[in-house]
C-alpha cells in the first residue's frame, strides 16, 4: 500500500477533513448572518398609504417616520389641487429608513386650453366640443333666436369671451342658446321705392330673410329694378315681426311708385 493510501486512512487525515468542513460551514454561516444584519434582511418600515392625502398631510408622515420623498406633479380633472394620487412603493411594502418615496400629486395651477369656435354650433355639437378641450359647460340661458339651442355668446366670469381666449383647463364656462321662438322686437323695414340691393341689405340687417321677388311688368334692365310692394310690410296695426320672418318682395323696372298693398 502506497504512502499516500495510508495517509488517506489515518486519523490525522480524518482530523484535518473535518476541521475543514467545520471551518467552510462556520465561514458560511457567519457571512450569511453578517449580511442578514447588514442589510435588515426581512425587517423594515411599512410605507404608509398617501393616496388621497394632501401633499401637507403626507409630507408631515414621511418625516414623522423617517422617510425621504420626491414629489412630481400632474393635472387631473375634478380632483382637488395639491391631493396625492400615486405613490411608489405601494403602501405596505417594508422599507429602509431614510428610503425616498416618490409621490405624485395634482398640480396647483391648471394648464391654458384655448376656446373652440363654437358659434353656429347647436348645444350637443359644443358640449361635444368642450370637453375634448378639457372644459366644462356651465349654466345655459336662452335668448331670441330664430334657431332653437343654437349658440349665441359663451361667457365666463360673466363677461363674452370670443375663440380662442385662454382659460385654466377644467373651467366652466356659460352658454346662451337661441330659443326657436324669435324676436318680436324686431322692426319690419319699409322697402317700397328702394332698389333691390338696397332692400336686400335692408332685410338681412333687420335680421330677417329675403323671401320671394316677383318681377311685375316688362324687365329690360334687372340690375335697375324697384320695390313696389313688400309682405309684411310696416302698417299701423303691423310694425314688428319675429328674426328671420321672410319679406316677399314686388320689383319694376326703375319706377318708384307710393306704397303699394302687400303682395300677396
Do not use: C, W
Request: no cysteine; charged share 20%.
Amino acid at each position: 500500500m502506497s504512502k499516500f493510501g495510508a495517509y488517506l486512512k489515518s486519523k490525522s487525515f480524518r482530523n484535518n477533513l473535518l476541521m475543514a468542513v467545520v471551518s467552510v460551514i462556520a465561514v458560511v454561516l457567519i457571512a450569511f448572518f453578517s449580511l442578514g444584519y447588514y442589510t435588515r434582511h426581512g425587517s423594515g418600515i411599512p410605507v404608509p398609504k398617501l393616496k388621497g392625502l394632501t401633499i401637507d398631510k403626507a409630507m408631515d408622515i414621511l418625516k414623522e417616520q423617517g422617510f425621504g420623498y420626491k414629489i412630481d406633479s400632474v393635472y387631473v380633472q375634478d380632483v382637488a389641487p395639491g391631493t396625492i394620487v400615486e405613490q411608489d412603493p405601494d403602501p405596505g411594502t417594508n422599507v429602509k429608513e431614510n428610503r425616498v418615496i416618490y409621490l405624485t400629486m395634482v398640480t396647483l395651477q391648471a394648464p391654458p386650453v384655448s376656446l373652440p369656435d363654437l358659434e353656429q354650433s347647436n348645444y350637443r355639437e359644443a358640449v361635444a366640443t368642450i370637453s375634448n378641450y378639457g372644459l366644462k359647460v356651465g349654466d345655459t340661458t336662452y335668448r331670441s333666436d330664430i334657431a332653437r339651442d343654437r349658440i349665441l355668446e359663451v361667457r365666463f366670469g360673466g363677461q363674452v369671451i370670443k375663440p380662442g381666449t385662454k382659460l385654466p383647463k377644467g373651467s366652466k364656462i356659460d352658454l346662451v342658446l337661441g330659443d326657436g321662438e324669435g324676436a318680436s322686437e324686431v322692426e319690419i323695414p319699409e322697402l317700397v321705392n328702394l332698389d333691390l340691393d338696397a332692400a336686400r341689405f335692408a332685410i338681412k340687417g333687420a335680421g330677417l330673410t329675403v323671401g320671394i321677388i316677383t318681377y311685375q311688368g316688362t324687365i329690360s334692365d334687372s340690375t335697375n329694378v324697384v320695390v313696389v310692394s313688400q309682405y309684411p310690410m310696416k302698417t299701423d296695426s303691423l310694425s314688428k315681426t319675429s328674426i328671420g320672418t321672410r319679406i316677399n318682395l314686388t320689383v319694376s323696372q326703375g319706377t318708384k311708385t307710393d306704397a303699394a298693398p302687400p303682395a300677396n
